[in-house]
């Protein structure tokens, strides 16, 4: 505890973010010693357990017993090592290398775990860094425990490869430390949207693949076919009766919608966007966009082509589909890394079943 409170010893960065999709990540990582003693430590790595996001929108997010494989190197990236030291008043760094299997990169996990540096005495730190390279030689799972795609596996291979910590279960002056690590098995950027339908939940199987719905506020009937006619007259419209379901697979930065002519594929215009995160919904919650793009359920107004992007128009008599338009969020590590980011690779379009029917005077009959 004294060790805590007392702690010299200075971790940058605390916490890695790694880029989403890469099969090898290394990142360098410095420890600055502000104490006036030497201290030493074993560098180790405790994985957790990956997470499945395919169709998280179900609530049902499946854990993987898999994990990265991690690798400690000397600065100069020339070399394998297990512990490091720091002198009083010194800087020292050396390099983190995460790797996943081709398993991990099949799917779209979220991978995580933790670098422990546990504290050993400064004096062991050349014997226990040759009792390390002689388990390693004589032990293949040593090889194992950097490979591994099984977190239970790593676990139990770490206890049998790893040389016990020199110097015996004495009082360090300074504390164990843990660096946490997360990224993404796959680029984040890929991931779709909207659910998928799934058979084995009975509201998955009501669901269009990577389509969004024209619903009707009249009797909560939603379009389940492109062809499908909502017909509605012009006064009603704007009594805001009209609404789209987007069963999102998870949360988008901004949403907006575009209006076309159903007849001759012309775009028309589009609706405010919203910006800001929005929420994800559920097979029994599917969310209706409009609510949040303009403040109240959508009453046909859009901002034209070639308008001012501030005067609306209204929709009148004749026939119109839509696509919903959603910014996807990008990755904190992502943005770190400095690599460019191209708005597009963000940007998704999705179609909406059904065709919207405004006629002059009719009453609706949604569905029918």
């Known amino acids: ?94 390099k983190v290398v995460i790797n996943i299997a081709d398993r991990m990169r099949a799917q779209p996990l979220f991978y995580s775990g933790y670098l422990s540096l546990t504290p050993i005495n400064p004096a062991k730190v050349a014997e226990i860094e040759a009792e390390a390279a002689a388990a390693a030689a004589s032990n293949p799972a040593r090889r194992m425990l950097q490979d591994s795609m099984s ?40 991931l779709p949207v909207v659910a998928s339908p799934r058979t084995d939940v009975p509201e998955g199987r009501l669901l269009v693949t990577q389509r969004a719905y024209l619903c009707s506020l009249m009797d909560g009937s939603c379009a389940v076919h492109e062809e499908t006619e909502l017909p509605v007259d ?18 988008v930065v901004s949403t907006y919608i575009e209006v076309y002519n159903a007849n001759s594929n012309a775009l028309l215009g589009r609706t405010d966007i919203l910006e800001g995160p929005v929420a994800w919904g559920g097979p029994k919650t599917l969310m209706q966009l409009p609510d949040m793009v303009s403040g109240a359920y959508w009453q046909g107004e859009y901002l034209p082509v070639g308008g001012s992007g501030k005067a609306t128009a209204r929709l009148t008599a004749g026939a119109y589909k839509f696509k919903i338009v959603v910014q996807k969020p990008v990755a904190v590590a992502d943005q770190q890394s400095g690599a ?21 005077g009719r009453d609706p009959n949604w569905g029918h």
């Open 1 to 94: 505890m004294k060790s805590a409170i007392d702690n010299t010893v200075e971790v940058q960065p605390s916490y890695l973010s790694l880029p989403t999709g890469h099969d090898s990540t290394t990142t360098t990582v410095a420890l600055t010693n502000t104490g006036t003693k030497p201290v030493a430590y074993r560098l180790g790595h405790s994985p957790a357990v990956a997470v499945n996001t395919n169709n998280a929108w179900y609530d049902q997010e499946d854990r993987e017993e898999l994990g990265a494989g991690v690798r400690f190197k000397n600065n100069a990236n020339t070399k394998d090592i297990n512990t490091i030291s720091i002198a009083p008043g010194e800087k020292t760094a050396f």
């Open 151 to 190: 977190t239970a596996a790593t676990s139990e291979v770490a206890a049998a490869a790893e040389p016990a910590a020199a110097g015996g279960d004495q009082d360090f002056w300074f504390p164990p430390l843990s660096i946490p690590y997360l990224s993404f098995s796959q680029q984040y950027n890929d």
């Open 234 to 251: 012009a006064t009603t419209l704007t009594f805001g009766v009209v609404t789209f379901a987007l069963p999102l697979a998870r949360p």
């Open 340 to 360: 460019k980011i191209n708005a597009a690779d963000y940007t998704e379009k999705i179609d909406v079943l059904g065709r919207l029917v405004i006629g002059d």
